[in-house]
T-cell receptor, first 112, second 110 residues
Framework: EAQVTQNPRYLITVTGKKLTVTCSQN?????MSWYRQDPGLGLRQIYY???????DKGDVPEGYKVSRKEKRNFPLILESPSPNQTSLYFC???????????FGSGTRLTVV | QKEVEQNSGPLSVPEGAIASLNCTYS??????FFWYRQYSGKSPELIMS????GDKEDGRFTAQLNKASQYVSLLIRDSQPSDSATYLC??????????FGAGTRLTVKP
């Protein structure tokens, strides 16, 4: 089944403890992206990648890192999470720069 | 000015009616426009893509694009309670980045 897989689905962590949210797609998509969604603020892009080893900042990159070493994987790293990073996170991918994104199921992160 | 503007709603229509959702965007060079449906607590689901001026129909859904007016709309005919969701308008910007509106919440009342 063609899909974008994120893990974990739910995560509660403490301030300052490094964490990684994994994202993998099996559709041979070139483009991948991370968004966060907060009530009243909609979907805001964190980082996106147009191909292996090519990444760029979105609207809210502060406090996040990404890497694209393989085409299928695009992990999101929070080196030192803070409570303001509590949010619902979505990974998404698309075949090209003109197609719509396919979204993963989301990761609900709580930082205490 | 926001890049993508949508009426946040909520929009309420009776079952069987036509729901009309509207969106304006600021990027004059964008070529790709999308409508997503998002149920509460779920991920956005792509329901329509449109690339050319005019109408595109898919079942009960019709997307309309007017690039000169920088306007895109979504009509849902014969609305059903299962259509109750938040609808997100989006476009691919000139750097191929995807921009989303804040969404319009639709409620279809039985």
């Amino acid at each position: 089944e063609a899909q974008v897989t994120q893990n974990p689905r739910y995560l509660i962590t403490v301030t300052g403890k490094k964490l990684t949210v994994t994202c993998s797609q099996n559709m041979n998509h070139e483009y991948m992206s991370w968004y966060r969604q907060d009530p009243g603020l909609g979907l805001r892009q964190i980082y996106y990648s147009m191909n292996v080893e090519v990444t760029d900042k979105g609207d809210v990159p502060e406090g996040y890192k990404v890497s694209r070493k393989e085409k299928r994987n695009f992990p999101l790293i929070l080196e030192s999470p803070s409570p303001n990073q509590t949010s619902l996170y979505f990974c998404a991918s698309s075949f090209s720069g003109v197609d719509g994104y396919t979204f993963g199921s989301g990761t609900r992160l709580t930082v205490v | 000015q926001k890049e993508v503007e949508q009426n946040s709603g909520p929009l309420s229509v009776p079952e069987g009616a036509i729901a009309s959702l509207n969106c304006t965007y600021s990027d004059r060079v964008s070529q790709s426009f999308f409508w997503y449906r998002q149920y509460s607590g779920k991920s956005p689901e792509l329901i329509m893509s449109i690339y050319s001026n005019g109408d595109k129909e898919d079942g009960r859904f019709t997307a309309q694009l007017n690039k000169a007016s920088q306007y895109v709309s979504l009509l849902i005919r014969d609305s059903q309670p299962s259509d109750s969701a938040t609808y997100l308008c989006a476009f691919r910007a000139n750097n191929n980045d995807m921009r989303f509106g804040a969404g319009t919440r639709l409620t279809v009342k039985p």
